[in-house]
């Protein structure tokens, strides 16, 4: 993923692009993570639980989108940018040690980062690594497709990016015993998709959760993905930034 490795690109943002695609995680809730919300005592990854997402407009945080806890494994390729930005990137960026209350990725003043900010600065960092435009919330529809593309279950990363119960049996799931088949899901991601070993995908299939590449009479809107079977309309070729990763191990 060349967004979280390009030299070109700030480290502050690279690391924050990493913990978005291998995270899953919308840029309102990467917006209010916190260090003390990263259990690095768990195993047999790093956990990062979220309670809330920042909501730019009311400049507060808040409950998360669907007011579900999000318990996120920590890739080891993002727990080794994470130790890189807490021993000595963190200080760099904010002329100062980071605390435990402390934002992970905080603006350069310390606040939050607002979603129209980082869209912006998004949208520019593209254009440096020469990649088309694509919807502020790729990070999670590409976390979920590279894991699903390689055998992870769909039960598990729903867990990871969707928790709210859906159905009665959704309320006797235990996350401390799903916990292992959780970073089995993660794992199933492989370090190859961020050294640059894998092959782009010519032609992603559609999956049923899309972006705003649903077109309405014409009108195409920066919103989370929808379901078609709620929207309607037709579909352009997804972009996205899912990567070819049969094969590797």
């Known amino acids: ?10 480290e502050d943002r690279r690391f924050l692009y990493a913990l978005r695609f291998l995270g899953g995680l919308r840029p309102c809730e990467s917006a209010s993570a916190r260090w003390s919300d990263l259990d690095r ?17 009311m400049r507060l945080e808040k409950g998360t989108k669907t007011s579900a806890t999000l318990h996120v494994p920590i890739h080891p390729v993002l727990q080794k940018m994470l130790e890189a930005w807490w021993a000595e990137g963190w200080a760099l960026f904010m002329t100062r040690p980071p605390q435990a209350g402390d934002l992970l990725f905080p603006r350069w003043d310390g606040a939050h980062r607002l979603v129209s900010g980082t869209y912006k600065q998004f949208k520019a960092d593209l254009a440096t690594v020469d990649l088309p435009h694509q919807h502020k919330y790729e990070s999670r529809s590409t976390f979920r497709n590279l894991a699903l593309s390689v055998g992870a279950s769909e039960f598990h990363v729903n867990l990871i990016t969707h928790p709210k119960p859906k159905r009665a049996s959704d309320y006797y799931t235990r996350l401390e015993m799903q916990w292992p088949r959780m970073c089995e899901a993660v794992l199933a991601i492989a370090p190859a998709a961020w050294d640059g070993t894998a092959a782009q995908v010519s032609d992603p299939e559609v999956t049923i959760e899309v972006t705003n590449r649903v ?8 919103n989370p993905p929808i379901s078609l079977g709620i929207v309607g309309g037709t579909l352009e070729r997804e972009k996205g930034f899912e990567l070819d990763l049969s094969g590797l191990t």
């Open 1 to 10: 993923m060349i967004l979280t490795t390009d030299l070109r690109i700030p």
């Open 41 to 57: 005592t768990k195993h047999p990854l790093w956990r990062l639980t979220l309670e809330t997402a920042f909501n730019s407009p």
């Open 215 to 222: 077109t309405i009479e014409g009108e195409t809107k920066e």
